[in-house]
């Protein structure tokens, strides 16, 4: 007998990105040199004072369960840094540490949202979105931007989406797939109509230290009075301190929400890991160079990708200003055949780029957005210098 699966998980995708790299590791292990520019992860090791940290929790017994919502130090540790920061008041009640930041939206969503309810999301969006969304039973309201409007999400296009189902935007900022960044009134704008529509906002800001050309970052809930008992942060380590592996991530909340995802995550999973949470309190306590030193190599990695971009006819991509990502238009390369090979979507040429070229990219379709595709440059510039050297080729063949 086969068992049959939920009608709620019936509908859920695979994660894109991940399927990418995994494709590309495929034919790495068949001994394909690959240049993978598909995942986002920072390439380099995590801070080694953060490693040791880990190391000095073991050794000291830090194996055990800690509160089910986080070690309070952390949590503590957290809060202090947005104080510090954006001057953000938070009670340690208002935050709870989760398995990364993927969970700690999965948490965010499943508290909120109810069958039926619309939850507005700007496109292109990360693809894990709109699966959470659905597997709350919930509706993602996909509302396409503009590349000329650096896919930002106008007031206009949030009005015009907003029924009597919606209940909440989620705005990624800076933004995963496309870089961009919002301005601070264009956030004003964005929130103000929140309001007047009675809609609370999740803030993904996994991407906030990661900003470039020297432009502040503004976190959502410190636009103006109020705001904060209407948002949930997102935040996590796993990008600021390249530690995608160690699993943590947190959100900010207002008590009623921050308390029931506590008492759902201590049915549900329990602490994150006791180790990773000594890591990540390593990480937010200690020297932030490491910080400073990989923002200003990931700034030089976006500078060389956007001249490589521009110096291929009919390629176009907006200015990336944060995360580490560039999203490009490739609708002019469609419609023909590669080395014989027809290439009729975004998805069948980021296939037959990898297949042909050995360069892993994202396809445009995963984040909502076809005709486009993505490239992380969390990779070293030697393999950013070897991938656009076939990317150019392959175009041109
Ligand atoms: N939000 C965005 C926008 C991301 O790109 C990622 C990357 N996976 C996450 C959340 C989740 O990060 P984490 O590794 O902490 O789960
Ligand atoms: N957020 C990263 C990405 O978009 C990691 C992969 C994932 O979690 O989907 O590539």
Known sequence: MD???????????????LAMSAKAKELKAQGETVYNLSVGEPDFDTPKHICDAAVDAMRAGHTRYTAASGLPELKAAVVADYKARFGLDYASSQCVISNGAKHSIHNALFATLNPGDEAILPAPCWVS??????????????????????????????????????????????????????????????????????????????????????????????????????TIVINGVSKTYAMTGWRIGWLLAPEN????????????????????????????????????????????????????????????????????????????????????????????WCLELLQQKKVATVMGSAFSAPGYARASFAASMDTLKTAFDRIEEFVKE
């Open 129 to 230: 979105y709109t699966e959470l969304i659905k597997l709350c039973g919930a509706v993602p309201k996909i509302v396409a931007t503009q590349e000329q409007d650096s896919f930002k999400l106008t007031p206009e296009a949030f009005r015009a989406a907003i029924t009597p189902k919606t209940r909440m935007l989620l705005l990624c900022n800076p933004s995963n797939p496309t870089g961009s960044c919002y301005t601070k009134s264009e956030l004003v704008e964005l929130a103000k109509i929140a309001v007047e529509n009675g809609l609370f906002v999740v803030a993904d800001e996994i991407y906030e230290r990661l900003v470039y050309d020297a432009v502040p970052f503004t976190s959502f809930p410190t636009l103006f009075d109020g705001l904060q008992d209407r």
């Open 3 to 17: 068992i049959e699966v939920s009608k709620i998980v019936q509908g859920v995708e695979p994660s894109a990105t």
């Open 257 to 348: 929400v921050a308390k029931k995802i506590a008492s759902l995550q201590s049915q549900e999973t329990s602490n994150p890991c006791s180790i990773s949470q000594y890591a990540a309190l390593a990480a937010l306590k200690g020297d932030q160079e490491c910080v400073a030193a990989m923002r200003a190599e990931f700034e030089k990695r976006r500078d060389y990708v956007a001249e490589r971009i521009a110096a291929i006819p009919g390629m176009t991509a907006p200015k990336t200003g944060g995360a580490f990502y560039v999203f490009f238009n490739i609708k002019n390369f469609l419609g023909r055949k590669y080395n014989g090979v027809q290439v009729d979507t975004d998805k069948d």
